[in-house]
């Protein structure tokens, strides 16, 4: 689940270099649907997604999709995450005019959101390094911030505002490395 740049990704790296997966190929899916429904057609050996954060709670996308597939669980496992502001270089504070991120980002961000940005508007998008992505390639106005991983703004090009803008310095996510059920 995420885009090149997510944590998704970040987890997915971990787990292959923990479990010391040979000749693994990452698929960025997206949506926990589309990695659900990827593993029960088999067109993906293990899917690999968040399912709550510390301080976002539950990742309800993900119970959704759970909810609509069959799978089994490989393994439960989670990550430290860190939250960052990030913009198009030459952006500043001021200038920003809309953030935009994940629900969970913004769940996890929340109070420092409250506190920096008052009265901005704040949407939600599908996911954090595709919003930076998409800022990046001028789908989204150049003066919009995004809430994603230090990789993510370095991947697409982008300045760090904020560093570690999380509102709780632990901030961790749970991660299901999911498979196709074998009953």
């Known amino acids: 689940m995420g885009a090149e740049g997510s944590f998704s990704e970040e ?12 000749d693994a190929e990452i698929i960025y899916l997206v949506k926990a649907e589309l990695v659900l429904t990827a593993i029960e057609d088999g067109s ?7 399912i709550e954060n510390s301080n976002g709670g539950i990742v309800i996308e993900a119970v959704y ?12 496992f989670e990550i430290d995450v860190h939250q960052n502001l990030i913009a198009m270089k030459g952006v500043s504070l001021g200038d920003i005019t809309e953030i935009t991120s994940h629900d969970q980002a913004l769940k ?3 109070m420092y959101l409250k506190r920096t940005f008052p ?15 998409d800022l990046s390639f001028g789908i989204l106005p150049p ?33 299901v490395v999911a498979e196709k059920r074998t009953d």
């Not at 993906?44 to 968040?50: A, K, S, T, V, W």
């Open 119 to 133: 009265h901005m508007p704040i949407t939600e998008y599908e996911d954090t390094a595709k919003a930076a992505k």
């Open 65 to 76: 999709a759970m909810a609509k597939h069959r799978f089994q669980v490989r393994e439960l």
């Open 44 to 50: 993906i050996d293990l899917g690999i997604f968040p």
């Open 11 to 22: 987890a997915a790296l971990k787990y292959i270099a923990k479990r010391d997966v040979k």
């Open 143 to 175: 003066t919009t911030a995004v809430i994603a991983s230090k990789r993510a703004a370095e991947l697409y090009g982008l300045d760090i505002l904020g560093e570690s803008v999380q509102d709780l310095k632990f901030n961790y996510t749970s991660f």
């Open 108 to 110: 996890q961000s929340r």
